[in-house]
């Protein structure tokens, strides 16, 4: 069985008028990579991956990063997110041009939790 390894972002990354986009690139026993689009005024909302790091490599746009409920950090093309397991990510695009962003997670499966701001707030 062959693999592809040699990808083009501009022919994977795919993107809706209703919410961010996800699109899966690749996913072996130990990593996943995947191409995000956010539109301007979206929001990728705030969550965390209970058994994995999660890397963002911004391509493209502007935006506000969540590094916690309460948290706002601008970030831009040309940075890159770090968000180590069981920590605190979402983003929003105030920008004027879509966000293009590579998500490395590892080890998979990295699970996925949403955080509730209310709850978090309450401390339950």
């Not at 690139?25 to 990593?31: G, K």
């Not at 968000?83 to 990295?110: L, M, Q, W, Y």
Request: hydrophobic share 35%; aromatic share 8%.
């Amino acid at each position: 069985m062959t693999h592809q390894r040699l990808h083009t972002i501009s022919d994977v990354q795919c993107s809706s008028a209703q919410a961010a986009t996800k699109t899966p690139l690749y996913q072996t026993e130990s990593t996943a990579g995947v191409v995000w689009v956010i539109k301007p005024g979206q929001t990728l909302p705030k969550h965390y991956h209970p058994n994995a790091d999660d890397i963002w490599i911004i391509l493209q746009g502007e935006g506000i990063f969540y590094p916690q409920p309460g948290e706002e950090i601008p970030f831009h093309a040309g940075q890159v997110i770090v968000s180590r397991k069981g920590e605190c990510h979402g983003a929003k695009n105030t920008g004027a041009h879509d966000i293009v962003f590579v998500s490395i997670t590892a080890p998979t499966p990295s699970g996925y939790e949403p955080i509730d701001e209310e709850k978090k707030a309450a401390n339950i």
